[in-house]
């Protein structure tokens, strides 16, 4: 971990300068046309595209990756990718802003229970290629219905240009994922009018210069300033007078050090509801995040497809993500449970030989260790960390529940339930009440299950699921990637509830009073859904930790954002068939 950014008064005159040109600029950059917007996200494009091989291999050779390694395409996909797509959702939004003309390519229906739901993805030709069979619904909160979405979406832009009035918003960016901090500053700068000053995590303050290369079009025009610090820089810019608004990727612990301030002070002011910190603050959190597996008629390549599916929601980046599954909710005395477990742990000890690369996970596997009972070690591998599963009915179960471990570790509940549909009731049921947090879970559930169940009677199932994104047969961190989707905790958190985090980003179709995210992708991969007649083009999405070629694919899929063409398909779907 780089600590050469010690707080100095070096430091402190640099990060005063750095806010006060933002605060010379805020207003000129909220009445910024959005022609203007267009065209810096363009530029922003051309950036990016020469910095981004830098950017990945870079990341890549930090979290100690082989430069050959398939993992490496982990870096594309969650760097460069996900920030040239979000340049392009929020171009084609903008483009089409005059009267929300951009409302009109989506279709809104009314759910079982009432909400509205808007289908955002697939919405273009190349979707339906690239994420074919994949779908993602918008789930409005009460009272957004079809007949009102546009005063529901794009608010920021409901106020003339020459009448808004900008603000300064502090970014405290993650440590983990690469393109959260640029997409979170994205969010204050094209959805809220703001200008940012990004403050990098310590642990990647190594991508500092690509992002400044990349994002030079708006630091040019004084809308942000990307900085290095650590917690004491982090204190002081939380405090700082020009600071009018902030959000926070991370723990639990740092938001509610902001708000409320730390030790006896910060209990006493949180149990008298006075925060130390009154300022407009949202946040992205984390979670004990559950993966519910519904029984049903699962074949063998069916239960070798899921296990892999389960170590990508387990291990990707490590399993250094807030969005990976930490509870794995199993039926008790299904008769494919084990077989499932043996395939996830073959899985792991065959695909994710990874270190754990991310400051402090040793002591909190121990500790996890520490709670659990007789917990199992599922090897990955010569000189890398096994992956610790833990029964959440022995030990500290309490502990287990409610603790986000940031590291290769998996709780593992087993549920009763006399059919599949009481099951998982019961799951989500004990998932809401049980776990911590409220960013994403994920049901793997078979066809034919549901379609016993019924469709609508499954989607009146999966309201009661209180997360902010909801993936069936897909992981919910696929929400990430996918620009069109809000991104953070379910709906109604609040300061002194923080759960996941208050408010989302990402959002490219700047839809407001949103409540979570369902996404639904194919049971199997290609070409066993042709026999079924569900289709999807990948035979293995290229998030997976097993897919031989995601470094292949990261690459293209990032020059095909960056200029989208039919002559630039066939490669990746060569690739694709090949991983």
Known sequence: MTHHNRFTPGLQAGYDAD???????????????????????????????????GWATTAARK?????????????????????MGMCNGLMQTLAQIENKDFLKHLSPRELPNGQTAVRVVPHSIWDRLLLSGVKADIWMQRGVTPANLKRHAARAYDIAPDKRVGKVALVLGAGNIAAISPLDAFQKLFLENQVVLLKMNPVNDYLTDYLRAALKP???????????????????????PLVEEIHITGARATHDAIVWGTGDEGARNKAAGTPRNTRHITSELGAVCPTIVVPGPWSAADIRFQAEHIVTQKLHNSGFNCIAVQSLILPRGWDKGDRLMTEVARVMETHARREAYYPGAEARMAEFAEHAEGEQRFSRGPQVPPCFVADMERGDTEWLKQQEVFAPALGVKHLDGADAETYLRAAIAWANDNLY???GGNILIHPATIRKIGRKRFEEIIADFRYGTIAINAWSGLGFLLAPVPWGGFAGATLDNVDSGIGTVHNCFMLENTERTVIEAPWSPFPGNLLSGRFTLLPRPPWF????????????LTHFQYKPGWLKLPRIFVNALLG
Do not use: C, F
């Open 19 to 53: 806010l006060a040109a933002l605060e010379a600029a805020k207003h000129t950059w909220a009445r910024t046309p959005v022609a203007e917007r267009i065209a810096l996200l363009n530029a922003v494009k051309d950036a990016l595209m020469p910095v981004a091989e």
């Open 218 to 240: 708006l630091i040019d025009r004084d809308a942000l300033r990307i900085v290095k610090g650590d917690g004491a820089a982090g204190a002081y810019l939380t405090d700082h």
């Open 63 to 83: 979290k100690r990756l082989p430069p050959d390694s398939p993992l490496v395409g982990e870096e594309w996909t969650s760097g460069p990718y996900a920030l």
């Open 437 to 439: 947090g409220t960013l």
């Open 545 to 556: 930790v097993t897919n031989r070629r995601q470094h292949k694919i990261g690459r293209l």
